[in-house]
C-alpha cells in the first residue's frame, strides 16, 4: 500500500505497512535500526505512541477514521511519547518526511 499527500499531491511512503492487530501494533517499529526514508507504518486503531526502546527518531500523522491529518508530530525522539485523543490511527514515517513533503 502507497501513502499519499492528496492536497499537496506528494508520496509520504512508497511501502506502507498495516498494524491492525494486536501483537503488529504492540511491536510496531520496535527491534528496527531505522525507518528507510520511504516506508510507513499504519497503525490502527491508535491514539498515542510511546518510543520506549527504540533507537531512531520518527514523524508522525495523527488521523481520524477518514484519513484526515489531525495532528503532526516531527522528529519525535525515542522515550517520549505523543497522543491525539480524537485521533483513530497513526502513521509512523522516516524523521523529516512530514517536514520534505510540506504535509
Known amino acids: ?6 492536497t499537496k499531491n506528494t508520496v509520504l511512503a512508497a ?5 491492525d ?3 503488529s501494533r504492540m511491536v510496531g517499529l520496535l527491534g528496527k ?9 499504519l497503525i490502527k486503531p491508535c491514539s498515542a505512541v510511546h518510543m520506549m526502546f527504540m533507537r531512531f527518531p520518527i514523524d508522525l500523522l495523527f488521523l481520524s477514521p477518514d484519513y484526515t491529518v489531525l495532528k503532526t508530530v516531527e522528529n519525535l525522539k525515542p522515550w517520549r511519547c ?5 485521533a483513530r490511527m497513526v502513521v509512523e514515517l522516516a524523521a523529516g518526511t512530514v517536514a520534505r ?3
Do not use: S, Y
Open 1 to 6: 500500500m502507497q501513502l499519499m499527500n492528496a
Open 15 to 19: 511501502r506502507l505497512l498495516v498494524a
Open 21 to 23: 492487530r494486536f501483537w
Open 33 to 41: 535500526k531505522r525507518l528507510p526514508a520511504d516506508e510507513g507504518l
Open 82 to 86: 505523543a497522543a491525539c485523543g480524537p
Open 101 to 103: 513533503t510540506g504535509t
